[in-house]
């Protein structure tokens, strides 16, 4: 089992930058792919950005503001956002899965944090 707790959200506003922390305890996350979602009122939760073995994924609403990374030794993986816009208002989830291969689908990941408000103002 692994267990996922998100920190760092907040109220910002626009042009803002924010660093959510997901820190997992119960097994090392080294060997596991991890993502960031997100889901906004009314809408689907969406794929973010993923990280696996060497290599990064990113929605692409979001590449080129939005960087995660991972810290082994912490067992903590990050989403770092810069350039904030309101329509990165939402809730975002950390979340885990085995194995290897990559994947954006919500329904392949095994592990979720709470989540952690993000708020922009125009």
């Known amino acids: 089992q692994v267990q996922l707790a998100e920190s760092g959200g907040g109220l910002v506003q626009a042009g803002a930058s924010l660093r959510l922390s997901c820190a997992a305890s119960?097994?090392?996350?080294?060997?596991?792919?991890m993502a960031w979602f997100r889901q906004a009122p009314g809408k689907e939760r969406e794929f973010v950005a993923a990280s696996n073995t060497g290599s990064t994924y990113y929605a692409d609403s979001v590449k080129g503001r939005f960087t995660i990374s991972r810290d082994n030794a912490k067992n903590t993986v990050y989403l770092q956002m810069i350039s904030l816009k309101p329509e990165d208002t939402a809730v975002y989830y950390c979340?885990?899965?085995?194995?290897?291969?990559?994947?954006?689908?919500?329904?392949?990941?095994?592990?979720w944090g709470q989540g952690t408000q993000v708020t922009v103002s125009s």
């Open positions: 979340a885990a899965r085995g194995g290897i291969i990559y994947s954006y689908r919500t329904t392949t990941y095994e592990y």
């Open positions: 119960g097994r090392t996350l080294s060997t596991y792919n």
